[in-house]
């Protein structure tokens, strides 16, 4: 069990010997029980929600055997985490800080980065069509609305290779932002096309969602986001020195940065297959806050597919081995690491 998430409001998660207890209300007895005990020794990282207490006792054995913890808020938001100390990293992070303030250095790999982000972009689209393509030929039922036309799609694959090619011109990281946003509302228009009429995607809206599409979306970038932040700090790093993500108060930017080419791999793909599938429909949102937010038992199945997603085991063509997505994400911080002293070992994430 690499990853534990309590998703239950009201649990508790106690220590007993080197176990983790989580102690909740039982939805058939009525009555709070152990409803899983998890030994430290399978556990890699733990993922808790708010509304979920742990002793400090827990806590510090969690610590003790290095498993990060994340907590989230009701809303997804990613609110912080406790992490082991690490204290023997101070020159790496001398060579980050000047590396994130030389242009060039952040120009190309940034530039790099939205490269890997845009050909992965363009493979969910081409995986897209060509899945949408074997189903008419099969005679399956065709969705009650129209789904993007061979033609269509091949025009969106056409002119997201054309960007791409123009991204190794870029002069500055502005331009290059100007390329990623266009790109990316390329991409969604071509993507959405794909979702089942009942769930319309019309546009990215964030703060908050406005739909559960968007909340979808959100949720899973947010999950990868505390996942990137927590490796990033692992290996020694600073999260909040952004290349293409400027460095602001208020956000870790280089997580931000690395997670870019595993959005459209992992969030829109995932979200995609969530409503196809009907693994999710209207009954696993609620609205609050003026937005539109996966509810507990939404949040459950999410985790669900996340976590089978991001430890399923392929065949990587560009790392040559066999991986899985998790460690694929924490490659890329170890790659970034490595960067710092020579920036040809910096190879952003590439879907096959």
């Not at 909340?215 to 947010?222: D, L, R």
């Not at 400027?246 to 829109?268: H, I, K």
């Not at 979200?271 to 806050?289: A, G, K, M, Y």
């Not at 507990?296 to 999410?302: A, L, M, S, V």
Request: hydrophobic share 40%.
């Amino acid at each position: 069990m690499p990853t534990a998430i309590v998703n239950q409001s009201g649990c508790h998660l106690h220590l007993k010997s080197e176990r983790l207890e989580v102690i909740g209300l039982n939805s058939v007895s009525g009555r709070e029980e152990v409803l899983r005990e998890i030994p430290l020794r399978d556990l890699e990282r733990l993922v808790i929600l708010e509304s979920v207490q742990i002793t400090s006792h827990a806590l510090a054995a969690l610590l003790r055997a290095g498993i990060p913890v994340q907590i989230l808020g009701w809303n997804g938001q990613y609110l912080g985490g406790f992490l082991p100390p690490m204290n023997d990293h101070g020159l790496a992070r001398l060579r980050q800080y000047r590396a994130a303030s030389n242009p060039a250095f952040a120009l190309q790999l940034a530039g790099r980065i939205i490269t890997a982000k845009t050909y992965n972009q363009r493979r969910v689209i081409q995986r897209l069509g060509l899945s949408r393509a074997a189903t008419e030929d099969a005679s399956e039922p065709a969705p009650s609305r129209a789904a993007p036309s061979p033609e269509q799609v091949r025009v969106d694959l056409d002119w997201m290779e054309s960007l791409m090619a123009s991204l190794p011109c870029c002069r500055d990281l502005d331009e290059l932002r100007g390329y990623e946003g266009t790109a990316t509302a390329r991409y969604f228009q071509a993507w959405g096309g794909f979702l089942p009429p009942e769930f319309p995607f019309e546009r990215r809206s964030k703060r908050p969602p406005l739909n559960p599409v968007n909340a979808c979306i959100s949720f899973g970038a947010t999950l990868i986001y505390s996942e990137t932040t927590a490796f990033i700090q692992a290996h020694g790093l600073d999260p909040a020195l952004g290349l293409l993500h400027a460095t602001e108060d208020g956000r870790w930017s280089l997580a931000l940065d690395l997670m870019e080419p595993f959005r459209p791999v992992l969030v829109e793909a995932l979200t995609l297959d969530l409503f196809s599938h009907q693994v999710l429909n209207r009954n696993h949102f609620e609205s609050r806050n003026g937005g539109i937010y996966l509810n507990e038992d939404g949040r459950k199945k999410f985790f669900l597919q996340y976590e089978r997603r991001m430890e399923r085991q392929f065949l990587s063509e560009s790392a040559c081995h066999r991986t899985s997505l998790r460690q694929q994400l924490e490659q890329q911080a170890v790659m970034f690491k490595a960067a710092l002293e020579d920036q040809a070992k910096f190879e952003p994430f590439l879907m096959n």
